[in-house]
């Protein structure tokens, strides 16, 4: 039997339903060796351990990697996913007064202990919120464009089934803050978080730090016939996609009168910058997020876990209520993550990319051959 029929047979023989023990890097609840340290996970995003070579680090439990039809992330165009209003799924997470947060060695992860009664609730599935956890850039793509992260927020049901609710996070020159619910009413309807993008920067000292980045950025918008200028006390710059109309209009980034959820979680991510380290965290505030989401749409479909075992019949939620990143947070949280986004995968239901390339590759050696073969024989 080749080694291809081995993969595709082991496959067909593998389990339907993600449970509790396939999520995220993963997994769904807190993790730590006798002498109290987190396990690292033994897969990465480049090299001999990255995603086009997870199958090799687990020939039977990593199958799916390189087998499955139905991988996330994908990019997400209209034809791929189903447009839910998220005020039909019930999102309730309260504000977490103190957990954990741990390093993977491939991603931060925010424990979300049971007691805060955190939970969604779809077509009648109840799920309970697990963990949430972040990627740089994002997985997804938002019809063919990246955002600078993505969150996931890792939820199980009673039954051991996944369904993770992905957001888009950007940067801008001010504090990273969410949408307000009130601005993002208008945005329900929304098919895409690329479609319109308004965001008002208030007069904000610029971080030593991101000072060169910005002027970059500055020279760019100038270069383009956009407003530029981190000292400029309040300005507007808007992006507009064509297919969008005028009522699509939101404000991302304005004032929530507090700290976001993303500034929090890595302002104690440096407590863990090491590998197989955790700390304490809280207060979070998860409010704001969750009005943002609620305020929008979900994009939904059937996938897999965006790591190994990448185990199918994951339930997707990737909300259009794009939200906004600090730069001095990104940097924080690229300079503890680095680079942790698997490469898009292929259209749903069809073959996956890595199957598809062998057998692309074993067809090319098959027409070499006989061609050198016929050659031989003239």
């Known amino acids: 039997m080749s080694a291809l029929s081995f993969v595709f047979l082991t496959l067909c023989c593998s389990a339907v339903r993600v449970h509790a023990s396939c999520a995220y890097g993963t997994h769904l609840h807190a993790r730590q060796d006798e002498d109290g340290s987190v396990p690292v996970n033994k897969f990465g995003y480049t090299g001999a351990i990255g995603p086009l070579n997870w199958l090799s680090l687990d020939p039977v439990a990593n199958v799916a990697c390189a087998t499955g039809r139905n991988q996330s992330p994908i990019d997400m165009t209209a034809d791929q996913f189903s447009l839910l209003t998220a005020a039909s799924v019930s999102l309730v997470v309260p504000d977490i007064a103190e957990t954990e947060i741990e390093n993977l060695g491939t991603t931060v992860e925010v424990v979300v202990p049971a007691e805060a009664a955190a939970g969604m609730t779809v077509n009648g599935t109840a799920f309970s919120l697990k963990q949430f956890h972040y990627h740089l850039p994002s997985e997804h793509l938002d019809d063919g464009r990246s955002f600078a992260m993505e969150m996931h927020m890792v939820f199980e049901s009673a039954v051991g089934e996944i369904a993770v609710l ?15 619910a009130a601005s993002a009413a208008s945005t329900a309807e929304r098919r895409h978080a690329r479609d319109t ?11 030593s730090g991101t ?64 590998p ?16 943002s989401i609620q305020a929008g749409s979900l994009q939904s479909y059937k996938g897999s876990l965006t790591t190994p075992p990448c185990s199918e019949g994951v339930s997707w939620f990737v909300s259009t209520q794009k939200q906004t990143v600090s730069l001095q947070t990104f940097e924080t949280a690229r300079n503890i993550i680095g680079f942790n986004s698997r490469f898009p995968q292929n259209k749903l239901g069809q073959d996956n990319l890595l199957a598809l390339a062998v057998s692309t590759k074993n067809g090319v050696a098959a027409a070499a051959a006989a061609a050198a073969a016929a050659v031989a024989t003239a």
Do not use: C, H, W
């Open 166 to 180: 992905g957001v888009y996070l950007d940067t801008a020159n001010g504090p990273g803050n969410v949408t307000s």
């Open 197 to 207: 993008l308004v965001t008002r920067v208030d007069s904000t000292a610029t971080p």
């Open 211 to 274: 000072a060169a980045s910005q002027s970059v950025i500055d020279a760019i918008l100038s270069a383009l016939g956009l407003t530029g200028g981190a000292a400029t006390a309040e300005k507007t710059t808007t992006t507009t996609n064509a297919a969008a109309s005028a009522k699509n209009t939101s404000t991302l980034g304005a004032a929530t009168g507090g700290t976001s959820l993303v500034d929090t979680v890595f302002a104690a991510a440096g407590n863990v910058s090491t």
């Open 276 to 291: 197989g380290t955790k700390a304490k965290i809280g207060p979070l505030a998860m409010s704001g997020l969750i009005d």
